[in-house]
């Protein structure tokens, strides 16, 4: 896991999502999903498709607040539960950036 990607996007969920700027976002979804694509697993292709439609929705005419919102806290969920219950130092970065997900 990239520790940059994932200190960012910590960082910027707990300033708030509205830190991140359309364009920042965008970036930073596409490095995840990248990075989440060479990944086999069910819950991570779900994340992934999760991550498109975030990306279409900041990309709209007209940004759907609510619509973001259920989305960002559904990818948190997801993510949070492709950790599963593994102890490892991934699986704690990863269930820390899905709680942060569902706060945001």
Not at 20 to 37: C, D, P, Q, R
Request: hydrophobic share 40%; charged share 30%; proline share 1%.
């Amino acid at each position: 896991m990239s520790t940059t990607r994932f200190t960012t996007t910590l960082n910027a969920l707990k300033e708030g999502a509205k830190s991140f700027t359309v364009e920042k976002a965008t970036a930073n979804i596409e490095g995840w999903e990248e990075y989440l694509s060479k990944h086999d697993h069910e819950g991570v292709k779900k994340v992934v498709q999760d991550l498109g439609k975030l990306k279409k929705l900041l990309h709209a005419p007209e940004l759907d607040g609510e619509a973001i919102k259920t989305l960002i806290h559904k990818l948190g969920k997801d993510t949070v539960a492709v950790a599963g219950d593994e102890e490892t130092a991934t699986a704690t970065h990863i269930k820390e950036l899905g709680q942060a997900l569902s706060a945001a």
